[in-house]
């Protein structure tokens, strides 16, 4: 499309280009007018097409109008649009057949004009809200396919409703063999051959006064061939060439108590599908005009102005008995290309159609039917190739079926199970891309990212060591059940290959949102890394974020929350190093325990290299009484209990190991079971030797079994010696 521009010009050439402008905007405003007259009243409702006219040029001068004196854009042309001429025609045929269906005698034309007026209110207060609370954006959200399938279907409907202005019958299955006559033929072919015409011509050049002139040079073309086959205009319009004109253009007050008494108020749940059609339709070509007249003029408008102008003037001809309209791409541009810049222009379209109220039936007479009727299958084509065909370099291949199904299901069923289903569709390929989406932008473990706090060179050396026990995952995009799932096992691949991991580190900060299905995985995750004693950390959480794991009780005491990575790796690592110092200090403690013990660091180091080391924490029952002794424990750090039951139920302490001290060795050497419970009093690190291990050792090397043995016996003769002294001052 050319883009134009709109220069300041004084103010009496202004004026003259703003009237120049708009009767050539009108040329479109009339011929525009008089298809759309024929496409909604056609069919039953044909009796009243001079009220059709009425209704259809009052319609045009209410918008241009009001379009004239509030939009954003002070050049912008308002009228009836293919579109929404198109799903107002769909109405109207609804209800006919309606009433028909229940009482062919009942009268048609009142009950649509309400329904025409109703409608038009109820979309003029929708847009004025829209634009007054900025909800008119929320279009910008449909689903492409959605819209892509609605308008498409929209065209669809423009040609079905051409080929009856045309024929003068709907084209059905039934009614095919009426389309046999050759008259019929003729005529078809003709509109088909002026639609190729505006294709090759107008399509092509998109010049904003090619359109009018074809039209104009058409008709006169007709009437010249006409004058050469001589046929007169009345022989014309009995042979079917032209229309015939109704007697006189009549304005009609739909709001009087009769007929609204006799409105078939019943009707109206069932046609709630082509209502919100009329609606969704009027709305997204304000939309979507406006964008288009924004590009072309270089122009920016404001959207909710537009949205709440649009929706005064439809409450204005809803309250006339007139159907809704927008403001026009093409008239509007017309208007610019021929000079108009100011309101002016589209006061003079409007001062225009009021004059159609008398000039319309005539003109009407003279009209070819293949102009109008090629001129209503161009457009209805054009919409249709465009949504449809053309749609298909910018869709995806389940994007694009969804359209096309979406286009097919509103010409079977309606516009509302096309809607709904186009709505289900859109959120199944969504789910279905999105859960493709990998919720992990990255990862990365600590010995790769650390935090920047500076670190002495031990703690380096340490963390380039241990620092795998930190595990990250860089989280992105909104966390639904699809994705949400992919981390979940990609979590359980990961904690089975880093079998160290004690600290899983997730970072929310690139997550948009989260659902509750998304909240099950996360709990999934939290069960899977509860098993393996690894603690969970989360940073950069939004208050939207939190709010759902929390209540999905994922966010416990237990689960760590810090503001940013940083904060949060530093926590990680200092537990690390503490862990890891804490580590290396007690096996330096347990080496110089054994060496005491043993009286040789290097069968000390043997002896530790058959412990393994234990962290129990304070009430951990490390053995029962009653299973059996396959193992002993040397104590580090801590204090341990013996409990034996008591009398009238619970437990007794009978005996507490501090560091330093040894517990089960008895039952290595007797193999008895356990006779007694022992439990940590308090976090305690201990060291056990296994059955098999000390076995190991008694067999591979004697001499510190035989250590072992005498450290045993030492041990017991102690604790025994302890309880005689007990028992004697018992007995005082």
Same mark, same amino acid.
């Given at each position: 499309?050319?883009?134009l521009?709109?220069?300041?010009n004084?103010?009496?050439? *202004?004026?003259?280009?703003?009237?120049?402008?708009?009767?050539?905007?009108?040329?479109?405003?009339?011929?525009?007018g008089l298809s759309?007259?024929?496409l909604i009243?056609a +069919?039953?409702l044909?009796?009243?097409?001079? &009220?059709?006219?009425?209704?259809?040029? !009052?319609?045009s001068?209410?918008? #241009?109008?009001?379009?004239?004196?509030?939009?954003s854009?002070p050049?912008?042309?308002?009228?009836?649009?293919?579109s929404?001429?198109?799903v107002?025609?769909?109405l109207?045929?609804?209800?006919?057949?309606?009433?028909?269906?229940?009482?062919?005698?009942?009268?048609?034309?009142?009950?649509?004009?309400?329904?025409?007026?109703?409608?038009?209110?109820?979309?003029?207060a929708?847009?004025?809200g829209?634009?007054?609370?900025?909800?008119?954006r929320?279009?910008?959200?449909?689903?492409?396919?959605v819209?892509?399938?609605?308008?498409?279907?929209?065209?669809?409907?423009?040609?079905?409703?051409?080929?009856?202005?045309i024929?003068?019958?709907r084209?059905?299955?039934?009614?095919?063999?009426?389309?046999?006559?050759?008259?019929?033929? /003729?005529?078809?072919?003709a509109?088909?051959?002026?639609?190729?015409?505006?294709?090759?011509?107008?399509h092509?050049?998109?010049?904003?006064?090619?359109?009018?002139? !074809?039209?104009?040079?058409a008709?006169l073309?007709?009437?010249? #061939?006409?004058?050469?086959?001589?046929?007169?205009?009345?022989d014309?319009?009995?042979? +079917?060439?032209?229309f015939?004109?109704?007697?006189?253009?009549?304005?009609?007050?739909?709001?009087n108590?009769?007929?609204?008494?006799?409105?078939?108020?019943?009707?109206?749940?069932?046609?709630?599908?082509?209502?919100?059609?009329?609606?969704?339709?009027?709305?997204?070509s304000?939309?979507?005009?406006?964008?288009?007249?924004?590009?072309?003029?270089?122009?920016?408008?404001?959207?909710?102005?537009e949205?709440?102008?649009?929706?005064?003037a439809?409450? %204005?001809?809803?309250?006339?008995?007139g159907?809704?309209?927008?403001?026009?791409?093409s008239?509007?541009?017309?208007?610019?290309k021929?000079?108009?810049s +100011?309101?002016?222009?589209?006061?003079?379209?409007a001062?225009?159609?009021?004059l159609?109220?008398?000039?319309?039936?005539?003109?009407?007479? /003279?009209?070819?039917?293949?102009?109008?009727?090629?001129?209503?299958?161009?457009? +209805?084509?054009?919409t249709?190739?465009?949504?449809a065909?053309?749609?298909?370099?910018?869709?995806?291949?389940?994007?694009?079926?969804?359209?096309?199904? !979406?286009?097919?299901?509103?010409?079977?069923?309606?516009?509302?199970?096309?809607v709904?289903?186009?709505?289900l569709?859109?959120?199944?390929?969504?789910a279905?891309?999105?859960?493709? $989406?990998?919720?992990?932008?990255?990862?990365?473990?600590?010995?790769?990212?650390?935090?920047?706090?500076?670190?002495?060179?031990?703690?380096?050396?340490?963390?380039?060591?241990?620092?795998?026990?930190i595990?990250?995952?860089?989280l992105q995009?909104?966390?639904?059940?699809?994705?949400?799932?992919?981390?979940? &096992?990609?979590?359980?691949a990961? =904690?089975m290959?880093?079998?160290e991991?004690?600290?899983?580190?997730f970072?929310?900060?690139?997550?948009?949102? %989260?659902?509750?299905?998304?909240?099950?995985?996360f709990?999934q995750?939290?069960?899977?890394?509860?098993?393996?004693?690894?603690?969970?950390?989360?940073?950069?959480?939004?208050?939207?974020?939190?709010?759902?794991?929390?209540a999905?009780?994922f966010?416990?005491?237990?689960?760590?929350?810090?503001?940013?990575?940083?904060?949060g790796?530093?926590?990680?690592?200092?537990?690390i190093?503490?862990?890891?110092?804490?580590?290396?200090q007690?096996?330096?403690?347990?080496?110089?325990?054994f060496?005491?013990?043993?009286?040789?660091?290097?069968?000390?180091?043997?002896?530790?290299?058959h412990?393994?080391?234990?962290?129990v924490?304070?009430?951990?029952?490390?053995?029962?009484a009653?299973?059996?002794?396959?193992?002993?424990?040397? $104590?580090?750090?801590?204090?341990?209990?013996?409990?034996i039951p008591?009398?009238?139920g619970?437990?007794?302490?009978?005996?507490?190991?501090?560091?330093?001290?040894?517990?089960?060795?008895?039952?290595?050497?007797?193999?008895?079971?356990?006779?007694?419970?022992?439990?940590?009093?308090?976090d305690?690190?201990?060291?056990?030797?296994?059955?098999?291990q000390?076995?190991?050792?008694?067999?591979?090397?004697?001499?510190?079994?035989?250590?072992? =043995? $005498?450290?045993f016996?030492?041990?017991?003769?102690?604790?025994?010696n302890f309880?005689?002294?007990?028992i004697?001052?018992?007995r *005082?």
């Amino acid at each position: 499309m050319t883009s134009l521009s709109v220069d300041a010009n004084p103010a009496p050439r *202004r004026g003259f280009d703003d009237v120049f402008g708009g009767l050539a905007a009108s040329v479109l405003t009339i011929t525009y007018g008089l298809s759309y007259a024929l496409l909604i009243f056609a +069919g039953p409702l044909a009796p009243y097409l001079g &009220q059709g006219l009425g209704i259809t040029f !009052i319609v045009s001068a209410a918008v #241009a109008i009001v379009l004239a004196l509030g939009s954003s854009l002070p050049f912008a042309i308002g009228a009836p649009e293919s579109s929404t001429a198109a799903v107002t025609a769909i109405l109207a045929s609804s209800l006919v057949d309606r009433i028909v269906a229940v009482d062919p005698s009942a009268p048609v034309f009142a009950p649509v004009v309400i329904t025409f007026g109703l409608t038009s209110i109820a979309t003029g207060a929708i847009l004025c809200g829209c634009g007054m609370t900025r909800l008119g954006r929320a279009i910008r959200y449909v689903p492409y396919p959605v819209v892509g399938g609605f308008l498409g279907a929209t065209g669809a409907l423009i040609v079905f409703g051409a080929i009856r202005v045309i024929t003068g019958q709907r084209l059905q299955l039934a009614s095919l063999g009426l389309f046999a006559n050759p008259q019929t033929g /003729y005529e078809l072919a003709a509109a088909c051959a002026m639609a190729l015409l505006l294709y090759s011509t107008w399509h092509r050049s998109r010049n904003p006064f090619a359109l009018p002139v !074809i039209l104009i040079a058409a008709t006169l073309a007709a009437h010249v #061939a006409f004058w050469l086959a001589g046929i007169s205009p009345m022989d014309a319009q009995a042979l +079917g060439w032209t229309f015939q004109p109704p007697p006189h253009v009549s304005l009609v007050w739909s709001w009087n108590l009769h007929d609204l008494g006799q409105y078939p108020w019943r009707t109206l749940p069932d046609m709630s599908g082509d209502l919100i059609a009329v609606t969704f339709v009027t709305a997204a070509s304000t939309l979507f005009n406006t964008a288009g007249i924004e590009v072309a003029t270089h122009r920016e408008a404001e959207i909710e102005r537009e949205l709440t102008v649009t929706g005064i003037a439809n409450l %204005i001809t809803g309250a006339l008995g007139g159907y809704t309209g927008c403001v026009s791409i093409s008239r509007t541009i017309l208007n610019v290309k021929a000079g108009g810049s +100011g309101r002016l222009s589209g006061a003079m379209v409007a001062a225009i159609s009021v004059l159609m109220l008398a000039f319309a039936p005539p003109l009407l007479g /003279y009209m070819p039917k293949f102009v109008l009727g090629g001129l209503l299958l161009y457009l +209805g084509a054009d919409t249709l190739h465009r949504w449809a065909v053309q749609s298909r370099r910018r869709l995806s291949r389940t994007e694009y079926v969804s359209l096309l199904a !979406i286009i097919l299901i509103i010409l079977q069923w309606g516009f509302i199970a096309g809607v709904l289903s186009g709505v289900l569709i859109g959120c199944m390929a969504f789910a279905l891309s999105a859960s493709r $989406i990998n919720p992990i932008k990255y990862s990365f473990d600590g010995t790769e990212y650390r935090s920047s706090l500076d670190r002495s060179r031990d703690d380096q050396a340490l963390l380039a060591t241990h620092g795998s026990e930190i595990q990250g995952l860089n989280l992105q995009s909104y966390l639904f059940f699809g994705s949400a799932n992919r981390l979940y &096992q990609h979590v359980k691949a990961l =904690l089975m290959r880093r079998t160290e991991c004690r600290f899983l580190v997730f970072d929310f900060k690139l997550v948009t949102g %989260i659902d509750s299905s998304a909240a099950y995985s996360f709990a999934q995750i939290k069960r899977v890394a509860q098993e393996r004693g690894i603690k969970l950390v989360l940073v950069h959480l939004s208050p939207a974020v939190e709010r759902a794991l929390r209540a999905s009780e994922f966010i416990t005491a237990d689960v760590s929350i810090a503001p940013e990575l940083d904060h949060g790796l530093e926590r990680c690592e200092n537990a690390i190093i503490a862990r890891h110092r804490g580590r290396e200090q007690d096996e330096a403690d347990l080496r110089d325990w054994f060496g005491q013990i043993l009286g040789s660091h290097d069968e000390a180091a043997e002896l530790m290299h058959h412990c393994e080391r234990l962290e129990v924490a304070a009430g951990s029952t490390i053995v029962r009484a009653g299973d059996a002794a396959s193992s002993m424990h040397f $104590i580090l750090e801590g204090r341990v209990g013996v409990m034996i039951p008591a009398e009238h139920g619970g437990t007794t302490r009978v005996r507490s190991l501090g560091r330093y001290t040894t517990i089960g060795e008895m039952g290595l050497v007797a193999h008895a079971p356990r006779s007694a419970t022992i439990q940590a009093e308090a976090d305690s690190v201990l060291y056990v030797l296994t059955t098999g291990q000390f076995d190991a050792i008694t067999r591979n090397q004697p001499t510190l079994g035989q250590k072992l =043995l $005498i450290y045993f016996v030492t041990v017991m003769a102690e604790r025994l010696n302890f309880a005689n002294r007990t028992i004697a001052v018992l007995r *005082r």
